[in-house]
């Protein structure tokens, strides 16, 4: 299967779907932990494959570092996820994130911030890369 930016930004919709249902089963003002436990069961019981706390591979001048680094959700080996549950969005957490799909050579990622009041609204931002920028449209 050719990955196209039309199948990531459907991928995209379906895991903020999910992200959108723990939120509204769970509301705002838990732990991130226990939102990642509910968000992975979301995306199985959707039938989404996912790996989560994916080790990130750091290379640094020619050597590959044995680092603790890690993607909190990969969904479908190609978007990466990272999961919050604090007072709004950072840049840093952009940063963090661009960084990881740069590592991964992955093309799109989502940050999703439970708390707040609206998922959809204010708790998730959708990044790109250059990778995203060669895909083809459809």
Known sequence: M?????????????????AIEVHRQLGPGLLESIYEKCFLCELSIRGIAFKNQLCVPLRYKGLDL????????????ILC???????GILPIHNAVLLSYMEMLQKPKGLLINFHCL???KE?????????FSLLPDE
């Open 2 to 18: 050719t990955i196209t930016k039309k199948y990531l930004d459907e991928l995209t919709y379906k895991v903020v779907g999910c």
């Open 81 to 87: 996820v990272e999961l919050k549950a604090q007072e």
């Open 123 to 131: 708790g998730q931002r959708t990044l790109v890369n250059r990778l």
């Open 66 to 77: 044995n680092t603790e680094l890690r993607l909190d959700v990969l969904v479908e080996d």
């Open 118 to 120: 609206n998922i959809f």
